[in-house]
């Protein structure tokens, strides 16, 4: 099983990016998928989850800034970032719950946002 993200860069503070993550490698169905972040110094924190039946969760730092959503034919999730901040400058990784396997992890993807 592998995950790969990508989409991260470098953004003035207010623009936009997308993260990808698409799942390869698996012959299992995917329950959640998810994105956390990690910036220096702090511990990895959710930022945004989505469940089978598109059920979604955010951090509230997140909430009406950021929008997750799924590809179930592709096996991907997107992490949609508007309005970025300095403090969302982090190493963003994806994840996902695999039905009867269990959780695995994509490599990070750095989102640096300037002031």
């Known amino acids: 099983v592998q995950l790969q993200a990508s989409g991260g860069g470098l953004v003035q503070a207010g623009g936009s990016l997308r993260l990808s993550c698409a799942v390869s490698?698996?012959?299992?169905?995917?329950?959640?998928m998810g994105w956390y972040r990690q910036a220096p110094g702090k511990q990895r924190e959710l930022v945004a989850s989505i469940g089978n039946g598109d059920s979604t969760r955010y951090a509230d730092s997140v909430k009406g800034r950021f929008s997750i959503s799924r590809d179930y034919a592709e096996k991907a999730s997107y992490l949609q970032m508007n309005s970025l901040k300095p403090e969302d400058t982090a190493v963003y990784y994806c994840d996902a719950m695999l039905i009867g396997v269990g959780g695995y992890w994509g490599q990070g993807t750095q989102v640096t946002v300037s002031s």
């Open positions: 490698r698996s012959i299992f169905s995917i329950d959640s």
